[in-house]
């Protein structure tokens, strides 16, 4: 994740409850800094996920989904 950004640890105080496909979930969020390019954010965070879910966390039984693109939006055909 260096590669990608500065990775700081912090927590909220729980005001919901995480779960996917009814097992108990936690969801992280990244943010991109303002005037970022977000195609190569994407393209980039896609390759750390897919490292990560065949490296470390397949290793301990995770899996890291991602749940939002927002690139679908951008790749999407303009009906303009």
């Known amino acids: 994740m260096r590669d990608l950004g500065t990775v700081t640890l912090d927590h909220k105080e729980p005001t919901a409850f995480i779960r996917r496909n ?3 979930s ?3 969020s990244i943010e991109r800094e303002t005037g970022a390019n977000v195609m190569a954010i ?3 965070l896609r390759i750390a996920v897919t490292e990560l ?8 039984g995770l899996v ?3 749940m939002y693109d927002e690139t679908v939006y951008i790749n999407s ?4």
Request: charged share 20%; no cysteine.
């Open 64 to 66: 890291l989904d991602q």
């Open 53 to 60: 879910n065949d490296g470390p966390l397949q290793r301990a």
């Open 42 to 44: 994407m393209d980039e």
């Open 22 to 24: 009814g097992v108990p």
């Open 26 to 28: 936690i969801a992280m």
């Open 77 to 80: 055909p303009s009906i303009w």
